[in-house]
């Protein structure tokens, strides 16, 4: 039960930091807000894993992490130098 209730708020959150992504003032309030949007994702992977005791959602979520937190970096650095070399 406290796991969905977790899921719920979860998402309730996501659609706050969606409207970020939308309005948000500046490209690094949106950039910020996408990324928060992955750290959501990542942790509702977890809350599916132990809700369903399926260890393989663990893999994914580290991997998804990973990938959110390399992309923010690609995207803030393209944003700064105008390349990613």
Do not use: Q
Request: glycine share 6%.
């Amino acid at each position: 039960m406290i796991f969905s209730l977790g899921i719920i708020v979860i998402l309730v959150a996501s659609f706050f930091s969606l409207y970020r992504v939308v309005k948000g003032p500046s490209f690094f309030d949106r950039v910020l807000a996408v990324n928060l949007i992955g750290t959501k994702v990542v942790v509702l992977l977890v809350l599916v894993d132990f809700l369903y005791n399926r260890p393989e959602f663990i893999d994914i979520s580290i991997a998804y992490a990973l990938i959110n937190f390399i992309g923010t970096i690609a995207i803030l650095k393209l944003k700064e130098k105008g390349r990613l070399d």
